[in-house]
């Protein structure tokens, strides 16, 4: 006995969503001025070279390094001045092997929703110097020392003796409060140097000597002009 009918019927199939999906970027904090290798992690970024797009775009360029269906590596270079902002970044799939990627239908798409990053003004780095200088004229000798103290301070051998005894902690010839006023204006006076000029190469006055630099440090502006980080001083 045999059976006979007919069947009637749709005959459904799954289509998967082959649109590129971006699921991480690394780094994604990106400083202008420089060039970053970054890692474009994800989903149907296909076999051909994919295309990387920015918004806004200014300043923003790229060369691929590798890519494959599931990764793309990017040298991302952000052009100087560029200002602090988020970054959209898509991909452009261009399909497999010689082949585009078809899209329409089932809501596919070549190209992937935005994923963001994010552009960093430079940091910027401030030197400060801070020299003194001594000017011999705004000192006047007081009155009252004794004799023997004025007499031994304008004779070379002397003075050097008298220096020496106080560097060690030894007041010759400072008998008086008179005395000790007058040495000290007197060290003052002998130890002035010229005014600096208004602009300076700190390392240059350093070698010299003509200067006492008193401190020389960096600040360090981040990220936000706000934020001040002292990074390294030296004091002589």
């Not at 003194?132 to 009155?143: C, G, I, M, N, R």
């Not at 007197?186 to 010299?208: D, G, K, V």
Request: proline share 6%; charged share 10%; aromatic share 8%.
């Amino acid at each position: 006995m045999q059976a006979s009918g007919t069947f009637t019927g749709a005959a459904t199939a799954a289509v998967s969503d082959s649109t590129p999906a971006i699921t991480g970027i690394d780094p994604s904090d990106w400083t202008a001025g420089s060039t970053a290798s970054v890692t474009f992690i994800g989903q149907n970024f296909g076999t051909n070279a994919p295309t990387l797009s920015f918004s806004p775009s200014s300043g923003i360029g790229y060369t691929l390094s590798a890519y494959s269906d599931t990764q793309i590596i990017a040298n991302v270079t952000v052009a100087s001045g560029t200002p602090t902002e988020s970054v959209s970044v898509t991909v452009t799939s261009n399909g497999y092997n010689s082949n585009g990627l078809q899209s329409g239908g089932n809501g596919q798409s070549a190209q992937s929703q935005p994923a963001t990053a994010s552009v960093r003004g430079p940091m910027r780095t401030t030197e400060i110097t801070v020299i003194s200088w001594l000017d011999e004229t705004a000192f006047t000798l007081p009155t009252g020392e004794g004799a023997y103290l004025q007499s031994d301070l304008n004779n070379t051998f002397y003075c050097v003796y008298d220096l020496s005894d106080w560097m060690v902690g030894i007041p010759n010839d400072l008998i008086t409060a008179a005395d000790r006023a007058y040495a000290n204006v007197w060290l003052l006076q002998n130890s002035a140097n010229s005014q600096p000029p208004s602009q300076i190469t700190p390392s240059a006055y350093f070698q010299s000597g003509n200067f006492r630099l008193i401190n020389d440090l960096a600040l360090r502006l981040a990220f936000m002009p706000s934020v001040i980080r002292r990074t390294h001083a030296s004091q002589v």
